[in-house]
């Protein structure tokens, strides 16, 4: 099992900026997606952000140029770094992984979601 645990969330004005952060925990092989999605109220959950163990991202269009997503593989964490925040970016935000445990039987792959933490962009 992976715990994952966000922070960072809160009330922001338009054109303002907020960090989000979110740490596994918990029986980790090789998380090799991080990922960031969000839900509005009455809408389905999107993909804001996502990066490999490599490093490769990927950005929805409505948050390139303003959002990016690092991790610290050695801290098991993934940021979420929001720019220019606009009252569309309020949502749910929660983090996604996806842990790879080997062993001499093989691989297993699982995925596992935070409890979300709430951004909330108004004036």
């Known amino acids: 099992q992976v715990q994952l645990e966000e922070s960072g969330g809160g009330l922001v004005q338009p054109g303002g900026s907020l960090r989000l952060s979110c740490a596994a925990s918990g029986r980790i092989g090789t998380l090799t997606v991080m990922a960031w999605y969000r839900q509005a109220p009455g809408k389905q959950r999107e993909l804001v952000a996502s990066i490999t163990d490599a490093g490769n991202v990927d950005y929805a269009d409505s948050v390139k140029g303003r959002f990016t997503i690092s991790r610290e593989n050695a801290k098991n964490t993934v940021i979420l770094q929001m720019k220019d925040l606009r009252p569309e970016d309020t949502a749910a935000y929660y983090c996604?992984?996806?842990?790879?445990?080997?062993?001499?039987?093989?691989?297993?792959?699982?995925?596992?979601w935070g409890k979300g933490t709430l951004v909330t962009v108004s004036s």
């Open positions: 996604n992984t996806n842990n790879e445990l080997c062993s001499s039987y093989g691989c297993s792959a699982a995925d596992y």
